[in-house]
């Protein structure tokens, strides 16, 4: 396909294990700044979905251009620097630093404006992790170690180190398992600000929080996507209900 607006462009993605094809000849277009979100029964090939983007699993055949750019043959790393960053279901922050040095430590090396320039640079880095802090509710938690927050907080703290590379595309698996409620909302909200300057994929069960937060919902099937579109619309699609919504 030649040059799209879309900043991701997934196109005839298949990935088999052993025969089984989890993905299954999948084409999925994300527009800037839009906010998806994937949901589907257990074992519909969510997870392997996000997989195949970020380069942790490797496509048997297809394509995903992220800004028209090829992500298929690129190594991990590469597809974080080009602007994708994921977020698992376990949370991996470092439990005995404080939120400032858990966001500290994710600003990406050598990538500052002013180089090798020190104390400079250092300022670049506090802006932005103030920035980050902010965005993601923990401005007057920097101080604190890690370890100490709360399961929503320690969330929205992984969350706060991927934007600390400045993602342009982010990846959430579930981020809102086993929050409360009010951290919940929270998250809607965190994640409707996070997609003002970039785009971002979420899976998720909770049909309250995807109506809440959702531009477009994708329902997936056995590797497939049943439907797609408002939420309204694959609320009320009958294959949707069949298999999905109505249990
Ligand atoms: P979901 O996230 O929608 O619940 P997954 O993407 O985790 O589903 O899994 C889709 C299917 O692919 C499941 O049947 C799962 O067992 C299988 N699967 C996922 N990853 C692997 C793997 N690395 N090797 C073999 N099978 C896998
Ligand atoms: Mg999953």
Redesign the pocket.
């Known amino acids: 396909m030649s040059n799209t607006d879309f900043v991701l462009a997934v196109e005839d993605l298949t990935?088999s294990?052993?025969g089984?094809k989890?993905?299954d000849n999948l084409n999925l277009y994300l527009d800037r700044g839009e906010l998806r979100v994937?949901i589907?029964?257990?074992?519909?090939?969510?997870?392997?979905?996000?997989?195949l983007i970020c380069g942790k699993?490797r496509a048997s055949a297809g394509s995903i251009k992220f800004k028209n750019q090829e992500m298929t043959s690129l190594p991990e790393h590469m597809i974080v620097r080009a602007g994708i960053g994921r977020k698992f279901q376990t949370p991996s922050i470092y439990e005995n630093l404080s939120v400032f040095k858990n966001l500290e430590v994710s600003f990406p090396r050598g990538r500052g404006v002013f180089g090798a320039l020190g104390f400079k640079c250092d300022d670049e880095v506090r802006n932005k992790v103030m920035e980050v802090a902010e965005m993601i509710g923990l401005s007057d938690r920097l101080e604190l170690e890690s370890g100490l927050l709360s399961h929503g907080q320690k969330q929205w703290l992984e969350i706060g180190m991927l934007l600390m590379q400045d993602p342009e595309l982010l990846m959430l698996?579930e981020p809102i398992a086993g929050m409360s409620a009010r951290e919940r909302e929270l998250t809607a909200d965190l994640l409707l600000r996070i997609c003002k300057n970039r785009s971002v994929i979420v899976?998720e069960h909770d049909m309250a929080f995807v109506s809440r937060i959702a531009h477009k919902v994708t329902v997936?099937h056995q590797?497939k996507i049943l439907a797609e579109g408002s939420m309204e619309k694959v609320q009320a699609d009958p294959k949707v209900i069949d298999v999905y919504l109505g249990h």
């Open positions: 990935v294990f052993d089984f989890a993905i994937v589907g029964p257990n074992g519909a090939g969510k997870t392997t979905l996000l997989d699993t698996d899976i997936m590797g």
